[in-house]
Structure formats: structure tokens, C-alpha cells
T-cell receptor, first 115, second 112 residues
Framework: ETGVTQSPTHLIKTRGQQVTLRCSSQSGHNTVSWYQQALGQGPQFIFQ???????GRGNFPPRFSGLQFPNYSSELNVNALELDDSALYLC??????????????FGPGTRLLVL | DAKTTQPNSMESNEEEPVHLPCNHS???????IHWYRQLPSQGPEYVIH???SNVNNRMASLAIAEDRKSSTLILHRATLRDAAVYYC?????????????FGQGTILTVHP
């Protein structure tokens, strides 16, 4: 069973630009969640996708958007980058078959720096 | 509000037991308690979860108070590899299933 992978590992962008981060879930996992982790803080839930549909969203503006594909890959897109978007972005996958109390498997994250 | 309260940091010596406390005084009957940990430069890793009864797995034990307002993660013999940030998470039911709300966690330092 392969783990959750994310790309790129590090990224530098300038304010106002757009960025796309990618995640490859474990095979068979229908649910993917994205989190933002600022330095020294715990991860904050951005949104979740289940079978290619958004299934819940945290307190993040619409310029944060996502896609989930049938091949267990997903994307997080951020438009009009702001300095405060600098953070570690984590994706987590789960099987999505039983709802809550499922184990989430996190990737290593993408470190985004906005200058 | 799915907040939990944990100490900012704790220290332990290698091969000694560690008890990491967590308060979740506003927990409701269908909320699960999860523990994840995050090693340096890695994503969070599942440790254990429970609802009402104490739980054991190969990594740790979870002791949940009878009133469910607090819980304790127990590492039976700490190793240097257990040095990490430990997050106690209350997973709310209903539409919040699977959307984990992390706090700041407890930084565990393990001394050789």
C-alpha cells in the first residue's frame, strides 16, 4: 500500500500569483482533505472532497479551491496569493466508506512561501 | 466549537511512561476523540482514537474519563522517536465528520 504523496515539496511565489499544489491519495481512498499549517500552529481544515465533490469547507475564502480526480489525485489551487498564505499545506486521505472516526493518512506537505 | 485543551509542552525520559492529558469539557455524546502526532518535517500521523471505553493499540493507550470531559494518551515506554507534537482532536458528528480541528498540541521532548 503506497502512502500519500504531495508535490512539489517546496515552492516560492510572489504576492498576487496563483499556485496549484498536488496530492496523490492512497489507492481506494475516496476522501481527501486539505489543511493549512502556519508555522508553530496546528493544521487548519480548508476543505474536503468525497468522490470528486466538495464535502465541507473550513473558514477559508473562495480563492482557495480544489479538485479531486477519479485516479485518487487531487489539487489545491490558491489565487491572488497573500503573504499570510505562506504555510505548510497538507493533504490527507481516508477511505470514505464509514464516515467519521476513520483514520486519515497525511502526506508530508508542500511548504509554500509567498514573498 | 470543537476545541480541546492541552499543555503546551511536556518532557519525559527514554523508556519511561508518558501521560499526555487533554480536556474536552464541551464534548457531546457522539464526538470521537482522536490523537495524532507530528514528527519534525512530517505530516501528522494517526495514533489512536476512542469514544467511551479505554482503547489500546500497538502505539499507545487512550484512557477516557467516565464523564468524557477529559482523556489521557499513554505512551508506555517513551523512545527518542516519540518526540513530536501530539494533537488531541475532538471529531464532531453530523456534517463535521472527517473534518479534524487541530489545536496547538503538546510538544513532547524525550531525553536519552
Amino acid at each position: 500500500e503506497t502512502g500519500v504523496t504531495q508535490s512539489p515539496t517546496h515552492l516560492i511565489k510572489t504576492r498576487g500569483q496563483q499556485v496549484t499544489l498536488r496530492c496523490s491519495s492512497q489507492s481506494g481512498h475516496n476522501t481527501v482533505s486539505w489543511y493549512q499549517q502556519a508555522l508553530g500552529q496546528g493544521p487548519q481544515f480548508i476543505f474536503q472532497y468525497y468522490r470528486e465533490e466538495e464535502n465541507g469547507r473550513g473558514n477559508f475564502p473562495p480563492r482557495f479551491s480544489g479538485l479531486q480526480f477519479p485516479n485518487y489525485s487531487s489539487e489545491l489551487n490558491v489565487n491572488a496569493l497573500e503573504l499570510d498564505d505562506s504555510a505548510l499545506y497538507l493533504c490527507a486521505s481516508s477511505s470514505g466508506t464509514s464516515g467519521f472516526q476513520e483514520t486519515q493518512y497525511f502526506g508530508p506537505g508542500t511548504r509554500l512561501l509567498v514573498l | 466549537d470543537a476545541k480541546t485543551t492541552q499543555p503546551n509542552s511536556m518532557e519525559s525520559n527514554e523508556e519511561e511512561p508518558v501521560h499526555l492529558p487533554c480536556n474536552h469539557s464541551t464534548i457531546s455524546g457522539t464526538d470521537y476523540i482522536h490523537w495524532y502526532r507530528q514528527l519534525p518535517s512530517q505530516g501528522p500521523e494517526y495514533v489512536i482514537h476512542g469514544l467511551t471505553s479505554n482503547v489500546n493499540n500497538r502505539m499507545a493507550s487512550l484512557a477516557i474519563a467516565e464523564d468524557r470531559k477529559s482523556s489521557t494518551l499513554i505512551l508506555h515506554r517513551a523512545t527518542l522517536r516519540d518526540a513530536a507534537v501530539y494533537y488531541c482532536i475532538r471529531e464532531a458528528g453530523g456534517t463535521s465528520y472527517g473534518k479534524l480541528t487541530f489545536g496547538q498540541g503538546t510538544i513532547l521532548t524525550v531525553h536519552p
